[in-house]
């Protein structure tokens, strides 16, 4: 019998990887491509498709900055901290394939499986063979990665291959010593910032592991005190590198040469109250808290539950990742790990560096940005497997034969709770087509309206704009008419120059959905004051049947010919020829935003002067803590014009305060002399009564 050669062996055992890698990249398309088109285009998901779709029609940019050039607008930067490298990918897709919801996701699924292959690469070199093989089948069937890679990941997706070639050359400058990798860094570190620049995370977490390892780069060497860097530098060399990092940065520099606002971004969100709050000490012991909790949405695939409908997290995911890095410190100080400690260490530091910085960050958004640590978590994990099963394997044979079986069995549940995790997010999708802003509806809301496309078409709230350009091609191109946080007068003004034309049609989420509050009360109460009601156009449900999307257009108000048969009747007179027939008030609020109700005004004669209406809210004390004082229909109806008989449905707004107790608060109303600000006589049963007051509620507050 002829003895195998080692060569052989080992040969085989690399074909053996290779295939498992070949494998992982066909589990990953399979997952990634199965029902492509679901969920629903979301806003951030074509956020930079829409600049790619008009560079390629030959369009102005809709985007923060773009550079007119060879005849045609190029897309420069996609908003004041993210660049345009996702955009070009894009375009690169649609011009080959055509540009739909199915060429989208294709292309930032090649992206992902782009990442995928460099990810091997850089590990097998980095590490070994069996490591980079498994840290890629354990992303290959993450849920988390499958689904953000066919969804762009918020426009962060390049930041992963752009890691991962940033690494690989600074560790071949560490390797061989040779200069155009060190150049070679340079440019992927300043493209990357360019890409996002949350890349500035990698940046410094990089600096911080240079500083802990420094010392000991260089292979052979014996370490000195103080860091150092890690590979053989020159003065030419030193050149060529800041070269490098200038172009691979330059579309953003450029951007602020026009005139763009990177700088004055980053101001403001540093001096923003978000960030004064980060220095309190209850923020800063939260940190560990909120980084554990992105680690954990970035590994258990907890993300979706809310926009997938879902329930389901990988379980083992996160204990696997903590229990490898005790593993690891525990064979690293018996000297026992099979990887070289330095650079188990980096993949460690980087890990809690940039979990950190996510945390603190104040323009962070959660567990998205988080995309750039893929594969560390998963090399970490791999790491500990074959260090466990290399001391196994010097054990006695039973015992070796033991454990080398668990460890497998371990490995592959692992991949197996993975792949079963990913399995369930398309089963609940194809359920729910996705939920809120990721609904499948949002394409049914774009065919409804370019079947009948209105003059103007305006977006009170985000979530529209971006996915409807896309699924018309350009066609639509509504208007965003709303302000990040809690609208004010700005927001008026804006839906008072809109109030009264026609052939406009406005959109809306429901309130659950809605990103940004108070928009709707806003608009009802403008079109109110301009005698104008909103007519439904159409609603549209998510698959559970819970409505998403409401469309709306304005039309003329009737006033009531009666008091509606469900308000409360009155027979008080005020001043000279008004009655108050009836009002209609809810007798249970929630504690929140504020209390709505109406009074129906009926003139009984001319008005020769101008009245406004208050409402005062009180406790049991006599305390008032919120109060109505406007002319009638919101300011927009004074008393002067009020037709003889005209019954006025006139609308009251009572703010209610943060911290307001839950309880029993009495409602009472009157009419005041505009101009002298005098109250009006109120006559009830032909009595006058005290303080010209009526109370004509008790409302309880929940």
């Not at 980096?346 to 996510?358: K, V």
């Not at 998963?378 to 054990?395: E, P």
């Not at 002067?609 to 002319?631: E, I, M, N, P, T």
């Amino acid at each position: 019998m002829t003895a195998r050669m080692p060569g052989q062996t080992e040969h085989r055992r690399r074909n053996l990887w290779r295939w498992i890698v070949i494998l992982a990249l066909l589990l990953y398309l399979l997952a990634a491509v199965f029902q492509l088109k679901l969920p629903g285009i979301n806003y951030d998901e074509v956020l930079d498709a829409v600049p790619a779709m008009q560079f390629l029609q030959g369009q102005p940019i809709d985007a923060a900055g773009s550079l007119y050039l060879f005849g045609r607008y190029w897309p420069l930067m996609t908003m004041p901290y993210i660049g345009a490298t996702t955009s070009y990918i894009m375009a690169a897709g649609f011009a080959a394939l055509g540009m739909d919801t199915v060429v989208l996701r294709l292309t930032t699924i090649s992206v992902g499986l782009l990442s995928l292959a460099l990810i091997w690469s850089f590990l097998r070199e980095f590490l070994d063979e069996r490591v980079a093989a498994l840290s890629v089948i354990l992303l290959a069937l993450d849920p988390t990665y499958v689904f953000w890679s066919r969804m762009g990941a918020w426009v962060a997706q390049p930041l992963l291959p752009i890691t991962v070639l940033t690494l690989w050359s600074l560790f071949r400058w560490h390797r061989t010593g040779n200069q155009a990798f060190m150049v070679l860094a340079a440019f992927w570190m300043g493209f990357g910032l360019y890409t996002k620049m949350l890349f500035l995370w990698m940046w410094v977490a990089l600096g911080i592991a240079w500083l802990l390892l420094g010392a000991g780069l260089r292979q052979g060497k014996t370490a000195r005190r103080g860091p150092k860097l890690p590979g053989r530098v020159t003065p030419r060399g030193m050149i060529a590198a800041g070269l490098a990092l200038l172009i691979g940065i330059s579309p953003l520099i450029v951007y602020n040469l026009q005139g763009g606002i990177t700088l004055e971004f980053f101001r403001d969100a540093i001096l923003s109250q978000e960030t004064e709050r980060l220095v309190t000490l209850e923020t800063l012991r939260s940190i560990p808290r909120v980084a554990m909790a992105d680690l954990a949405t970035l590994l258990n695939g907890s993300w979706f539950a809310p926009r997938y409908g879902t329930s389901a997290v990988n379980p083992l995911a996160v204990p696997a990742l903590i229990a490898s890095l005790l593993l690891i410190a525990g064979l690293g100080a018996r000297r026992r790990l099979s990887y070289d400690l330095r650079r188990t260490a980096l993949l460690a530091i980087l890990l809690a560096s940039i979990l950190l910085m996510s945390a603190t960050t104040s323009i962070s958004q959660g567990a998205e940005h988080l995309i750039i640590l893929w594969p560390i978590p998963q090399a970490l994990i791999a790491v500990a497997m074959f260090s466990l099963l290399d001391v196994a394997g010097q054990q006695r044979a039973r015992v070796r034969s033991i454990a080398s079986t668990l460890i497998a069995v371990a490995a592959v549940t692992l991949v197996v709770a993975g792949g079963w995790t990913t399995v369930r997010h398309h089963r609940d999708l194809a359920r729910t087509g996705g939920t809120g802003h990721f609904s499948d509806a949002i394409g049914d809301l774009a065919a409804d309206i370019m079947a009948s496309p209105p003059d103007r078409l305006i977006a009170l709230d985000w979530g529209f704009k971006r996915n409807l350009q896309f699924l018309s091609k350009g066609r639509l191109n509504p208007e965003e008419w709303f302000v990040y946080g809690q609208p004010g007068r700005q927001t008026e003004s804006y839906l008072e120059q809109l109030a009264g034309q026609s052939g406009l049609l406005y959109l809306f989420h429901s309130p659950e959905y809605t990103a940004f509050g108070d928009h709707w009360e806003f608009f009802e109460r403008v079109a109110y004051r301009q005698g104008l009601d909103p007519v439904e156009w159409k609603s549209y449900t998510q698959r559970n049947g819970r409505p998403v999307y409401h469309v709306y257009s304005l039309a003329a108000a009737q006033s009531p010919e009666a008091l509606p048969a469900a308000a409360h009747p009155s027979s008080a007179s005020v001043g000279d020829g008004i009655r108050l027939l009836g009002y209609d008030l809810p007798p249970v609020t929630a504690r929140v935003g504020s209390l709505q109700g109406t009074l129906y005004w009926q003139a009984l004669a001319p008005q020769s002067r101008g009245s406004k209406v208050f409402a005062h809210l009180f406790d049991d004390s006599g305390k008032l803590w919120s109060q109505h004082d406007a002319v009638p229909r919101d300011w927009g109806y004074p008393t002067t014009e009020w037709q003889v008989g005209e019954i006025i449905a006139d609308r009251i707004w009572l703010p209610l305060p943060a911290g307001l107790a839950p309880g029993v608060y009495h409602l009472f109303i009157g009419m005041v002399d505009e101009s002298t600000g005098e109250r009006l006589p109120i006559i009830l049963d032909g009595e006058r009564l005290k303080g010209d007051t009526l109370g004509v509620a008790d409302i309880i507050l929940e």
